[in-house]
Each structure stands twice: as structure tokens, then as C-alpha cells.
């Protein structure tokens, strides 16, 4: 495994370590997504949603999950958090053809009181974080990035460890020996945070990602 931080917990959920197809790169790991049934965000969710940008990108963003926009078009990052995270992109110097974009968690887990009545975004479980984490792991062996940039907490407790807490740690390049070597880790705030600040807050929130992400292209080699 990539980083085998995060503790295993036993659950009702199979895993979906069964449905990754061993040493595959990132193109077969999103044919065979699909298929999972790791965990029982599958039948609800309108499909998963894997991943997008570079293939072998130098820079890996990992969020939490799928949101509404995501599972109906199935692309991490198009919807609202997703467009303030290109434009913090931009605004970091990060060159949007070295980045590769995923979630820890691949079904979007909503609440939703009738057909037809509006998805409400719904935190993953430790649960669904091991069943899924197959996949993430097997993905950035894939990718092999020189930073990993975990945006808010799901991402950063599946893989620094579920004591890891952003709100002390944020902005600070770790590193950890994985099995491609050691590699750097830069925690952050997911961007849908700085949407839900304050509006007499929000420009300070989404200067401070910016320069978390700063932190992270300063951490690139060479």
C-alpha cells in the first residue's frame, strides 16, 4: 500500500479491495471502478465518479467525496468547490497540466427526505473511508505525484491517520515513507470551507488555501 496509516476497522462493508485490478494504471482502475461494491454508497449514488486531470501529474489533490455536481456528470471538482479550487490553482502558480484530482471516497453519500427532493451532502464514515481506500492507494502508486495535497479532513485522517487534524496541521509539508519511497503530504481545507464561510471572511479563507497550496508547489523538486 501507498500509506497504511489509517486503521482498519471491522465492518459489514466487504472493502473494495476484491474490485481493484492488481498493478493497473489509473485508465484500467477507472474501467473497472464500476463494478464496486465495496460498500452500499454504490446503489444510491447515480455512478462513481474516479478521477481526472494528468495521469502522471507531480501533484495529487485528494478531497472527500463526490458532491451533487460530480455524480451527475461523473468528474471530481465541477461543481462550486471545485471551480474556487482551479481558481486558487491559478492563483498558487501551480501548473494545471502537473495535477491530478481525486476523492478518498469515490460514491457521493447524500440524505435526500423524497424522490426528487434536494441531495443534502452527507460526511463519509470510517467505514467508507478503509472500504474505498483500495482504490485511492492503488491510484496514487499509479500517479506516483512528488506532493499529495489533502483537502479537509476525510482526506487527510485516510491518509495521515484518522488523529491527524487539519485545523493544526494545515499548511505544513509532511513527510512519509510509502512504497514508491517517501513522499510529501500538504494539508489543507477543503474549498467547499471557504464556501461556507462568512461572507466578511471569505476572502481571508480562500487567501489562506491559496497559500497552503503555495506551500505545496514549493515543496516540488527542482
Not at 481493484?20 to 494504471?25: D, L, M, R, T, W
Not at 493544526?168 to 515513507?177: K, P
Given at each position: 500500500?501507498?500509506?497504511?496509516?489509517?486503521?482498519?476497522?471491522?465492518?459489514?462493508?466487504?472493502?473494495?479491495g476484491?474490485?481493484?485490478?492488481?498493478?493497473?494504471?489509473?485508465?484500467?482502475?477507472?474501467?473497472?471502478?464500476p463494478?464496486?461494491?465495496?460498500?452500499?454508497?454504490?446503489?444510491?449514488?447515480?455512478?462513481?465518479?474516479?478521477?481526472?486531470?494528468?495521469?502522471?501529474?507531480?501533484?495529487?489533490?485528494?478531497?472527500?467525496?463526490?458532491g451533487?455536481?460530480?455524480?451527475?456528470?461523473?468528474?471530481?471538482?465541477?461543481?462550486?468547490?471545485?471551480?474556487?479550487?482551479?481558481?486558487a490553482?491559478?492563483?498558487?502558480?501551480?501548473?494545471r497540466?502537473q495535477v491530478y484530482?481525486?476523492?478518498?471516497?469515490?460514491?457521493f453519500?447524500?440524505?435526500?427526505?423524497?424522490?426528487?427532493?434536494?441531495?443534502?451532502?452527507?460526511?463519509?464514515?470510517?467505514?467508507?473511508?478503509?472500504?474505498?481506500?483500495?482504490w485511492?492507494?492503488?491510484?496514487?502508486?499509479?500517479?506516483?505525484?512528488?506532493?499529495?495535497?489533502?483537502?479537509?479532513?476525510?482526506?487527510?485522517?485516510t491518509?495521515?491517520?484518522?488523529?491527524?487534524?487539519?485545523?493544526?496541521?494545515?499548511?505544513?509539508?509532511?513527510?512519509?515513507?510509502?512504497?514508491?519511497?517517501?513522499?510529501k503530504?500538504?494539508?489543507?481545507?477543503?474549498?467547499?470551507?471557504?464556501?461556507?464561510?462568512?461572507?466578511?471572511?471569505?476572502?481571508a479563507?480562500?487567501?489562506?488555501?491559496?497559500?497552503?497550496?503555495?506551500?505545496?508547489?514549493?515543496?516540488?523538486?527542482?
Amino acid at each position: 500500500m501507498l500509506v497504511g496509516l489509517a486503521s482498519a476497522v471491522v465492518s459489514e462493508h466487504p472493502g473494495a479491495g476484491q474490485w481493484v485490478p492488481e498493478g493497473a494504471g489509473v485508465e484500467a482502475l477507472r474501467r473497472a471502478a464500476p463494478e464496486c461494491r465495496g460498500c452500499e454508497l454504490w446503489e444510491p449514488a447515480t455512478q462513481v465518479v474516479f478521477s481526472a486531470g494528468a495521469d502522471d501529474g507531480r501533484l495529487a489533490f485528494v478531497g472527500e467525496q463526490p458532491g451533487d455536481s460530480e455524480d451527475r456528470q461523473g468528474v471530481p471538482f465541477v461543481g462550486p468547490a471545485g471551480r474556487l479550487l482551479l481558481a486558487a490553482v491559478e492563483d498558487a502558480g501551480i501548473d494545471r497540466s502537473q495535477v491530478y484530482v481525486t476523492n478518498a471516497v469515490k460514491h457521493f453519500r447524500f440524505t435526500q427526505e423524497a424522490p426528487g427532493k434536494r441531495r443534502i451532502h452527507q460526511t463519509p464514515d470510517l467505514a467508507h473511508m478503509t472500504a474505498c481506500k483500495p482504490w485511492l492507494v492503488a491510484e496514487l502508486v499509479a500517479v506516483d505525484p512528488d506532493v499529495i495535497v489533502c483537502l479537509g479532513a476525510t482526506a487527510a485522517k485516510t491518509l495521515l491517520g484518522q488523529d491527524f487534524r487539519v485545523t493544526r496541521q494545515r499548511g505544513v509539508v509532511i513527510e512519509r515513507e510509502t512504497s514508491r519511497g517517501p513522499k510529501k503530504f500538504v494539508a489543507t481545507v477543503h474549498p467547499s470551507a471557504v464556501l461556507r464561510t462568512p461572507d466578511d471572511e471569505r476572502d481571508a479563507a480562500y487567501a489562506a488555501l491559496v497559500d497552503d497550496l503555495r506551500v505545496a508547489a514549493g515543496a516540488l523538486p527542482g
